[in-house]
């Protein structure tokens, strides 16, 4: 890595926020149905990863009009945990993911034990988004978040709007953060869950508790990620 792509790993740890073990309710809106999940202590980063950051660590990132500090999107759920081992091995730490030949990822393995970077499970990725709140969201909409009705029709520099109370930013809001899960195997096969909401999203779409999905291959303008550790 240069100098610079070093100094934004530097910034990326510095802004890795640590959380600890928790039991977080989720919703599924569709089948009316909440469930438990209990989270082990983690660390999430407190901005999702841009288009520097990303081309810093593959070379480039997807193309775009976009600036380099905004949320690098147009990227799979396929692509984001091959970039996650890829950051994982430039900064010296275990990959967290071990993966096969098939494309639509039924035979991807998390190592959570492991300390290099990875995607939050989505119960992780809505107890940091919530920071203690119940509501749909933890604060006024134009405040915290990139949005259809302010956003100019474009994703916006990351960190550019109110963070919520534990330090995290654009979680609702700017891009669609990919998580780990499955969303619904009986129902939709591989699909996997992302969450928070995007730069063309009325407010329906941008709420603490909103689940979206689709299949680990798929790419879309306004869809990223941010990352995750164990330890």
């Known amino acids: 890595m240069t ?3 070093e100094t934004l ?3 990326l740890e510095a802004r890795m926020i640590a959380l600890p073990a928790a039991t977080v309710v989720l919703r599924d809106e569709g089948t ?4 438990q999940v209990a989270v082990a202590p983690f660390r999430l980063a407190a901005v ?7 081309a810093a660590v593959h070379g480039v990132a997807p193309p775009s009009t976009a600036g380099p500090r905004t949320p690098v999107t147009e990227v799979s759920w396929n692509e984001v945990i091959r970039f996650c081992n890829a950051l994982s091995l430039q900064a010296g730490l275990r990959p967290c993911y071990a993966f096969g030949e098939d494309p639509e990822a039924r035979d991807v393995t998390c190592d959570w034990e492991a300390d290099g970077y990875r995607l939050p499970s989505e119960a992780e990725w809505e107890h940091a988004c919530r920071a203690g709140t119940t509501g749909e969201r933890y604060g006024d909409l134009d405040a915290i978040a990139w949005h259809r009705g302010n956003s100019g029709g474009a994703p916006h520099d990351v960190a550019t709007r109110e963070p919520n109370a534990w330090g995290f930013y654009d979680t609702i809001g700017n ?3 990919w ?3 499955v969303y619904d195997p009986k129902v939709y096969g591989p699909y996997r869950v992302f969450r928070g909401g995007g730069w063309n999203d009325t407010p329906r779409g941008l709420r603490a508790s909103c689940r979206r999905r689709s299949h680990p291959t798929f ?3 306004d869809l990223g990620f941010r990352l995750a550790r164990s330890r």
Request: charged share 40%.
């Open 32 to 35: 009316r149905t909440d469930w």
């Open 219 to 221: 790419r879309v303008d």
């Open 179 to 181: 998580c780990w899960d």
């Open 48 to 54: 999702p990863v841009t288009r520097e950051l990303y």
């Open 9 to 11: 790993l530097h910034e």
């Open 175 to 177: 891009a669609w953060e």
């Open 3 to 5: 100098t610079s792509d």
